[in-house]
């Protein structure tokens, strides 16, 4: 059994999510009612949208990757711990224990909440389970009990679909996204620590009152607040800032504008394949279960054709390496590097908590990034021991002998659950049950949409 599900595991992360998340799009489909050629239509719809949104994704990090590392040499960082990226960690996450298992466990725990009606997500976004096997693996680490990191990783996943639920009444006002959510950890899991600070961000007059949403720039600065020009200039600025050669600076901001025109074509071609799968999972559940609610749980990079979110990742790249430097009097070690490309991921689900004003989006991203960074640092011991121990093939940057993933171990619940489980086990599962509960009764009492929206509009005035 072991072997068959470590072969499920290595399939999928080789097929990746483009092939999987069609996969499961086009059979959800068939499953729920969808007549065989619309679902199969749905899913190759999602098939090319993916392409093109992680070829797009991929030209970014491969430029902001350019960006970074002239930055950090130019700067001379002395950080000695690097980070691996998404890449590498996703293939360690599917090659552990955790990670062979994490797909079924995720599956049947997904529809036994839902038949118990404690969540009203159903994440489709198998690929992304990696993220609950990475927290799983760095649990695996500390305690050496592979029940405890199991146990960890299924935790990770219930706190994913729980934060999905809480944002998204948000989620799906401020993208025009009915009836979608977000168990993406990547994203979703920077929304706890981000909401406090969010509020205090939204009641600060004169931030607010700059108003740098993209409507706004638009209407004032006419063509030059287009999102094509937004990304030329913001590309053209990096790269000066990077000192790169003329052809090179002009080559990054003609990139950057690509990605602020491509990124939300793509998605409208996901949309148009995902929105028939959820209208018929939605009518599916309701009819069965008369009165529930339900969300279709996607990556959040549905999310990132905003032109704010891909405009506040883009910045995201210089806030990052300066943090990195001036946190390093206090503790960091970690050089950001393969997981530049990944700002608008972390900014994707932060910038609807303020409105979608890019200032007030960077800012969040930063303070959330900030505290990220220290924990990277911490966490590099784990994910050195597991590349160690892996025997997975990861390209990893010369030089460096310690290494980190920002994508992962800056992420709240991934840093959180490690620190849980290295107390007795025992005690460990009481935190972890106070948590779970905490943050149901919040989704169920204090849903996130309303509040945030009243406190963006109060905070204008």
Known sequence: MEAILATIGSLLNTLGPTIVLPIVVALLGIILGLSADRA????????????????????????????????????????????????????????????????????????????????????????????????????????????????????????????????????QKHFKMPGVSIPHLQSAG???????????????????????????????????????????????????????????????????????????????????????????????MTSRFAGRQFHIGLDSAILIGNPGVIASGLLMVPVEIVLALLLSKVGNRTLPFIDLADGPFVTAMLAPLVGGDVLLTVILGGIVMGIGLIFTTLLAPAVTQMVVQSGVAVEIPAGYATYTVMSDAAIPTSYGLYYIFSLPGVVALIISLVILVALYLLKKRLPLGERVISEVAGGSD
């Open 40 to 171: 199969i239509r749905s899913g190759l719809l999602s098939a090319v949208a993916f392409v093109g949104i992680f070829l797009t994704v991929g030209m970014l990090g491969e430029t902001l990757s350019t960006i970074g590392k002239a930055f950090a040499e130019r700067t001379g960082t002395g950080l000695d711990i690097v980070d691996i990226g998404w890449p590498a960690a996703s293939a360690l996450a599917f090659g552990t224990p955790v990670g062979n298992l994490i797909i079924p466990i995720g599956i049947a725990l997904n529809i036994i909440l839902l038949l118990l009606g404690l969540t009203h997500t159903l994440d489709i976004d198998l690929w992304n389970f990696w993220h609950m096997a990475f927290v799983g693996a760095i649990v695996h680490f500390v305690t050496g009990s592979f029940g405890l990191a199991l146990l960890a990783a299924a935790i990770s996943l219930v706190i994913a679909l729980f934060l999905a639920d809480w944002s998204a009444s948000l989620i």
């Open 190 to 284: 920077y929304m706890l620590l981000a909401v406090p600070f969010a509020l205090v961000i939204n009641r600060i007059s004169f931030l607010k009152r700059l108003k740098l949403d993209p409507d706004t720039i638009r209407q004032r600065l006419g063509l030059l607040g287009e999102p094509v020009m937004l990304g030329l200039i913001i590309g053209l600025i990096l790269a000066v800032l990077a000192g790169q050669a003329p052809m090179d600076i002009l080559n990054t901001g003609v990139r950057t504008a690509a990605v602020m025109v491509l990124i939300p074509r793509m998605v409208a071609i996901l949309m148009e394949g995902l929105t028939p799968v959820a209208d018929v999972a939605r009518d599916f």
